[in-house]
């Protein structure tokens, strides 16, 4: 580091040296320094060679004598490690072949036990089993029976139930086939929505209000099944109209319905569809031609149909019941409807009767009201008649008292004494005076 110090400044004094003469002097000096100097360092350098020299043999002679000594120990450690490894190692084996030795001979202990307490377990098993084997035979057979008894016994039951019951569906078929036959007839058919019509009829209205086998026509044989009586408001005492109510039943136009719809045949149900709307079109006519008759009956008539689904069946279309109600003036029921109906006409009677009796109510009112002016007479003669009566009872009472005072010094007797007094003179002047 000096040394190039040195360097740069005799470089910038060469560069410089004609210009000072003393910076000339100076580094002429500084020239002589440095060679002083580097022969300074020169002999240092040699005399820290000689010195690094000798350390660095000193230093490796020690790391000889150190690794020899050390090799040594460590050959040595290493044979006594071995000789006491060897000695562990036979210590181990030794050892090992004594616990192989003594684990065989316990294992050939435990082998003969179990050995022997096994024999013993499947004897006991084998044993046991045995016995499981006849008891579950034994409970097999008698629940195997038992069952076997029961399901005979039950199957017995059924197969007896079966034949009832095929006695019975037998006997179904033939009522089955009975109620055909009598269906299939047409006035037997009428009989039954006839019966029908009347069972509704009996349980809604009373028998004043409704008729059967009515001729609702004058001069007409056409019977009527049902006529119900209409009370007729300006007609006078009793005065009324019939509405007259009859049953169809055209069942073979729907059976024949129901077996197309069954077979899934659309073209034969639309074709028997529009015969059953014909025909009920045409029961309607003969019910307006033979019983609508103003003003002896009501302006329209109802057709009972006795089967719901029948009555279903002529609602599918839309506007048929109105179409029928419009040209015919029939109105269509099944039973709810004219349960319905019929209830809506007892309403109607109730009502009716009760603006029939409102008249005589009121009279009977107008009576009362003169009654109650006669009775409020006969209270005000009554009341000017107790008025009296209190007037003399108030006389009376002062007469007593004027007597009270001037009777005060009157000795008073025993009640005794008094009672045969009042006894013997019952009728005495002094009792005349009072």
């Known amino acids: ?38 022969s300074l360092i020169k002999d240092g350098m040699k005399s820290s060679k ?4 000798n350390l660095v043999a000193n230093l ?18 290493i044979s006594e490690m071995g000789i006491s490894q060897q000695n562990l190692i036979k210590n181990f084996s030794d050892t090992v072949s004594s616990l192989a030795d003594k684990t065989e001979e316990r294992l050939n202990r435990m082998r003969d036990t179990i050995e022997a307490k096994l024999k013993e377990i499947q004897d006991e098993n084998s044993s046991k089993l045995e016995q499981m084997r006849q008891t579950v035979d034994e ?3 008698s629940t195997l029976n038992a069952r076997i008894s029961e399901s005979f016994k039950l199957v017995s039951e059924r197969l007896e139930q079966v034949h ?4 019975e569906v037998q006997s179904l078929v033939n009522d089955v086939g009975d109620l055909k036959k009598v269906l299939s007839n047409i006035k037997t058919r009428g009989i039954l929505g006839e019966d029908q019509l009347e069972a509704i009829i009996e349980d809604i209205l009373v028998p004043g209000q409704y008729e059967k086998n009515v001729i609702v026509r004058p001069g007409s044989r056409e019977v009527v099944e049902f006529a119900v ?3 007729v408001e300006n007609g006078g005492n009793g005065s009324y109209m019939w509405l007259p109510i009859d049953a169809k039943f055209p069942m073979e136009d729907f059976e024949r319905l129901i077996d197309a719809e069954e077979r899934c045949d659309t073209a034969e149900c639309e074709r028997l569809r529009k015969e059953l709307e014909n025909r009920l079109k045409q029961c309607a006519k003969d019910i307006r031609d033979k019983y609508i008759d103003p003003p002896n009956t009501t302006d329209f008539a109802i057709m009972f149909l006795p089967a719901e689904s029948l009555f279903a069946e002529a609602l599918r279309k839309p506007g048929f019941i109105e179409v029928l109600q419009r040209e015919c003036r029939v109105l269509i ?4 409807t004219l349960s319905a109906v019929l209830n809506s006409l007892r309403q109607g009677f109730k009502i009716f009767a009760i603006e029939k009796k409102a008249e005589e109510v009121w ?10 002016g006669k009775f409020g007479d006969l209270l005000e003669k009554v009341n000017k008649k107790l008025q009296e009566a209190q007037n003399v009872i108030e006389d009376a009472s002062r007469k007593t008292r004027t007597i009270d005072r001037k009777l005060r010094n009157v000795e008073e007797i025993s009640p005794e004494e008094t009672a045969e007094l009042l006894a013997l003179s019952p009728s005495s002047p002094d009792d005349d005076a009072f």
């Open 1 to 38: 580091m000096i040394i190039a110090l040195l360097q740069i400044a005799i470089y910038v004094a060469v560069t410089k040296r004609r210009e000072d003469p003393e910076l000339i002097k100076f580094l002429t000096g500084l020239e002589d320094n440095q060679k002083q100097l580097e």
């Open 50 to 53: 000689e010195e690094m020299t």
């Open 60 to 77: 490796a002679n020690m790391i000889t004598t150190n690794i020899s000594e050390m090799n040594s120990t460590i050959t040595k450690n």
């Open 139 to 141: 409970k097999l057979q």
């Open 164 to 167: 009832s019951g095929l006695g």
């Open 229 to 231: 009586k209409i009370p």
């Open 333 to 336: 029921t099944g039973p709810t």
């Open 363 to 372: 009279k009977l009112l107008g009576a009362v009201k003169t009654e109650v």
